[in-house]
C-alpha cells in the first residue's frame, strides 16, 4: 500500500511531498462515544491532518523546525488489505515505562469499505480515485490484553455464500441463519482485532 504525504510551507509557499509504503493500515483507537464506533471514523481519524514540527528544506528558509499540517493520500491501494486495530495502548500510571492494556471497545464495520476519499485526486482535481473493498476475514480476539487470550477467525466461504468461524477448541462452522459476520466477530466477549478486505474497485494511480 502507497501512501503520498504532501504538506506546504507557511513561509516560503513550497509544497512538499514524500512517498511512503506500508504493509496495510494501522488504525489507533482513541476514545470515541459508542455512536462514533465506526470503521468509517478510525479510517478518518487515520488520514485527519497531522500536526508536527518539520524543516523547511528550501533554499529560500532557514531550514528550522515549525509546526506544519501534513496531509497523507492513498496513491496505490492493494489487491488485499489487511486493517489492524491498534488495540494496545500505555498507561503511564502502571509503572515507569507504563503498562500495555487492551481496549475492549466495540467496532462497527461493515460488509464493505470506501477509501476513496483518502485517494489522491485525480488529474486536475476534479475527484479522487474510486478505491473500494469488501471484507473477507476478522481475527477476533479474547482477553483482557493482546499478550495472551484467545484468538479465532471468522472467514467468507470459497464461494462467497456464507461465512465460517474457524476456532480451535472447536471444528468450522457456518454462521447461524440470521447471524451477521460482526454479530460474530464483535461481542462482549470477542473484540475484532484484524480485518482482511479484497479490493473490488478502483484503479492504481501514477505512483512516481
Known amino acids: 500500500m502507497s501512501f503520498k504525504k504532501e504538506w506546504t510551507c507557511n513561509d516560503c509557499g513550497e509544497v512538499h511531498t514524500r512517498r511512503a509504503v506500508e504493509t496495510g493500515l494501522q488504525l489507533p483507537m482513541p476514545y470515541m462515544p459508542w455512536n462514533q464506533r465506526e470503521m468509517k471514523h478510525y479510517v478518518r481519524g487515520y488520514f485527519a491532518p497531522e500536526v508536527m514540527p518539520i524543516a523547511c528544506q528550501s533554499p529560500h528558509c532557514q531550514g528550522f523546525n515549525q509546526e506544519r499540517s501534513r496531509r497523507t493520500f492513498i496513491t496505490v491501494g492493494p489487491e488485499i488489505l489487511v486493517v489492524q486495530m491498534v488495540r494496545m495502548w500505555f498507561d503511564p500510571s502502571r509503572g515507569l515505562d507504563g503498562e500495555g492494556v487492551k481496549s475492549m471497545d ?69 454462521l447461524k441463519s440470521g447471524k451477521t459476520v460482526r454479530e460474530v466477530a464483535e461481542s462482549a466477549k470477542w473484540q475484532a482485532y484484524v480485518l482482511v478486505y479484497q479490493k473490488v474497485g478502483g484503479k492504481m494511480a501514477n505512483c512516481i
Not at 493482546?146 to 455464500?161: I, K, M
Open 106 to 174: 466495540r467496532v462497527f464495520f461493515k460488509e464493505y469499505l470506501d477509501l476513496s476519499e483518502h485517494t489522491i485526486p485525480l488529474p486536475g482535481g476534479v475527484r479522487n480515485m474510486a478505491l473500494k473493498y469488501r471484507l473477507h476475514g476478522v481475527v477476533s480476539h479474547d482477553g483482557d490484553n493482546l499478550e495472551g487470550g484467545h484468538y479465532v477467525a471468522t472467514v467468507r466461504s470459497q464461494d462467497g455464500s456464507a461465512w465460517i468461524r474457524a476456532d480451535d477448541e472447536s471444528r468450522p462452522a457456518k
